[in-house]
């Protein structure tokens, strides 16, 4: 089992070129694994980075908690 924290917001770009956010959260079972859900956002944003920005906003999200896909 790798050491490696999920990060909580996961940022994609679909294949029209629009960056979508995912919410992920993360919880483990009684054998210690995570089981990672994700809700994908309705929005759609034309960068990363009003992707990021949108997220502060609404989730009070922080540097470091994005991956990008």
């Not at 759609?44 to 997220?55: E, I, L, M, P």
């Amino acid at each position: 089992m790798p050491d490696e924290a999920t990060r909580p917001f996961l940022i994609n770009q679909d294949a029209d070129g629009n960056y979508r956010l995912t919410v992920r959260d993360v919880r483990y079972n009684s054998q210690g694994y995570p089981i990672v859900t994700g809700v994908l956002q309705s929005e759609c944003f034309v960068s990363a980075n009003a992707a990021k920005a949108w997220a502060r906003d609404n989730f009070n999200a922080r540097s470091g908690q994005y991956a990008v896909k």
